[in-house]
């Protein structure tokens, strides 16, 4: 079945705790982005990846990271979480050229 | 002031009603127009997809763009309980090069119920 994954689901941590939300996606697609969904704020992307080790800045990027090592996994990396991200977040892919993304089923982050 | 705009509702309608969902737009470079749909505790899912300007319908669904005044509508014939959801619009430019590579910009999302 062609899926984007996310672990974890849910992660509830504290400030300045290092964490890690992996995404993988098994459509052999070039495009990978993450973005952040917070009420009446909508979808508000991250980063974004046009392929291996090809990586930018969306409108967003404050306080995350990214890399992107093989073609299927695009982490997102929080090296000192603050409240102010806490959030809804998706990662989701596409081929290369098409507007259709394929999104993973979110990870809720609650920074305490 | 926002590229993309969309009434956040929520909007609650009865079983079999006619639905309209909206959104405007500031960007001219705006070609391609989707919208998603988003059920609760999932990730959105492209519902409808257009290029330019026109109508296209799918079953029970149309997608109107109105570029002349950067306008976009969904509409939802006969709705059912099944299609109480988030809608979200999304749009991008034609161009696909440099930093606009395929990005879309999506609206804030409409929250809709329909009661049986």
């Known amino acids: 079945e062609a899926q984007v994954t996310q672990n974890p689901r849910y992660l509830i941590t504290v400030t300045g705790k290092k964490l890690t939300v992996t995404c993988s996606q098994n459509m052999n697609h070039e495009y990978m982005s993450w973005y952040r969904q917070d009420p009446g704020l909508g979808l508000r992307q991250i980063y974004y990846?046009?392929?291996?080790?090809?990586?930018d800045k969306g409108d967003v990027p404050e306080g995350y990271k990214v890399s992107r090592k093989e073609k299927r996994n695009f982490p997102l990396i929080l090296e000192s979480p603050s409240p102010n991200q806490t959030s809804l977040y998706f990662c989701?892919?596409?081929?290369?050229?098409?507007?259709?993304?394929?999104f993973g089923p979110g990870t809720r982050l609650t920074v305490l | 002031q926002k590229e993309v705009e969309q009434d956040p509702g929520p909007l609650s309608v009865p079983e079999g009603a006619i639905v309209s969902l909206n959104c405007t737009y500031s960007n001219s470079a705006f070609q391609y127009f989707m919208w998603y749909r988003q059920y609760s505790r999932k990730g959105p899912e492209l519902l409808m997809y257009?290029?330019?300007?026109g109508n296209k319908e799918d079953g029970r669904f149309t997608a109107q763009v109105d570029k002349s005044s950067k306008y976009i509508s969904l509409f939802i014939r006969d709705s059912q309980p099944s299609d109480s959801a988030t809608y979200l619009c999304a749009m991008s430019p034609k161009d696909a090069g440099g930093t606009s590579y395929g990005k879309l910009t999506f609206g804030q999302g409409t929250i809709l119920t329909v009661h049986p």
């Open positions: 989701a892919s596409s081929s290369s050229l098409a507007r259709r993304r394929f």
């Open positions: 257009t290029y330019s300007s």
């Open positions: 990846s046009m392929n291996v080790e090809v990586t």
